[in-house]
C-alpha cells in the first residue's frame, strides 16, 4: 500500500491540480516511444555532444528541453570523495574512467551535510569544464526562506567551482509548493538551466506526482530498480506523457540486490542483452525504461565505475525480456522481503 503523508495529502487536494493538466501535455511528444529495449536504444541511441566519438553510446533526451545526455551518470558520494582519505585519493581515478568511458551526468548532491567540497578535491577530479552536466540538490540548512537559500546556493557554486549547475533540486521535497516556484524564477535568472524535484523514498511518490502535473519541473530524480518498480505505475508514464527528464538513483538499491544473488550464476539467457554481469543485469533493467533518461551509479571504486560505464554501449532488454527478469529474481529466497522492506 503507498504511503501518503501528512505534506502529500495537502498537495493532493490542490485545486491546480486539474487546471495544469493540459499545460503538462504539451511537451508529451518527446519521451514517448513504443516498448523499451531494443525501441527504446533505436530511439534515443544517436549519440551528440561529448560523446560524439562514440557512436554507439546509448543518449537520451531531458524530456521536452530537448537537451541530450549519455545514459549513465555519475553520483559522488560521501566517502568517495569527501572525508574518507582513500575515497578522496580514488575520486579523481573515478573521474578519468567515467569520462574516457563517455560519461558526462555528475550529480554532486550527498556531497553536502559530509564536508566541505571546496578544498579542492571535488572541483579538481570533476575537471572545471563546462561540458559536465553537473545536478545538485540545493541545500536547506539555512531554511526555505529565498535570501537563505541564495546564500546556500553561492556556497554550492563555491564549492563546486562553477558559476551555475544544470539542474537544482528541492531539497526533499521541503516546502517544494513554495521553492520549486522560487527555482524557476532563478531559471530564468541564469543561476540554473532545470529545475527538479524529487525523494528516495517511494512513500513521496504522490506528492512528486502532484509537482509534476501542477508546476513547472523539468526533471525528477526518484528511486528505481529491478526491486523498487513502482515508478512504473504512475511516475514514468507521466514523465513521458509531460515531456519530464528521468534520473534514477539506487539502481542496484545500495548493495541490496548484490548480497541477495552472492554466489549465484547469471542466467545463461541474460548474454542475449549483454549481461554478463549481475551488476549489468540490475542497471540493464533499469535503462530499458525508455522514460529513464539517465541512471545514477554511485561508486569510489574506479573498476566498479568501469563496469557500470560498460552498460551505456550494447542491447537493453526487451519488454519480455524484462518480465523474465523480474520472475528470475522472485525466484530467489529473500527477494518478497527486500521487496517489503
Known sequence: MTFVDDYSASLLGRPTRRRLLAAGAAGAATLVVPGVGGQAQAAHGASTGSVAARRDAIVRTIGRTGERLPAIGLGVV????????????????????????????????????????????????????????????????????????????????????RDRVDVLQVPDLASAEVVVPMLTRWKSAGRTRYVGVGHHSTRYYPAIEVMMRNFDVDVIQIRYSLLTRS???????????????????????????????????????????????????????????????????????????????????????????????????????????????
Open 78 to 161: 560521501p566517502g568517495s570523495g569527501t572525508r574518507s582519505g582513500a575515497g578522496r585519493a580514488q575520486l579523481p581515478d573515478v573521474m578519468r574512467v567515467y569520462g574516457e568511458a563517455g560519461g558526462r551526468v555528475v550529480d554532486t548532491s550527498r556531497l553536502y551535510g559530509d564536508s566541505d567540497p571546496s578544498g579542492g578535491e571535488v572541483p579538481t577530479a570533476l575537471g572545471a569544464t563546462s561540458d559536465l552536466f553537473v545536478t545538485q540538490k540545493l541545500p536547506a540548512a539555512g531554511g526555505f526562506e529565498e535570501n537563505d537559500m541564495l546564500r546556500q546556493w553561492r556556497a554550492v557554486r563555491a564549492g563546486l567551482g
Open 231 to 341: 515508478a512504473e505505475e504512475q511516475l514514468l508514464p507521466l514523465a513521458a506523457e509531460y515531456g519530464i527528464g528521468v534520473i534514477v538513483t539506487m539502481p542496484m538499491e545500495g548493495g541490496r540486490l548484490h548480497r541477495l544473488v552472492e554466489g549465484r550464476h547469471l542466467p545463461d539467457w541474460a548474454a542475449d542483452f549483454g549481461a554478463t554481469t549481475w551488476a549489468r543485469f540490475f542497471l540493464k533493467y533499469v535503462l530499458a525504461h525508455p522514460a529513464v533518461t539517465v541512471v545514477l551509479q554511485s561508486t569510489g571504486n574506479p573498476a566498479h565505475a568501469e563496469e557500470n560505464m560498460s552498460v551505456l554501449r550494447g542491447v537493453l532488454p526487451d519488454d519480455d525480456q524484462r518480465a523474465r527478469m523480474v520472475e528470475h529474481m522472485a525466484g530467489f529466497a529473500g527477494f518478497a522481503r527486500l521487496a517489503d522492506g
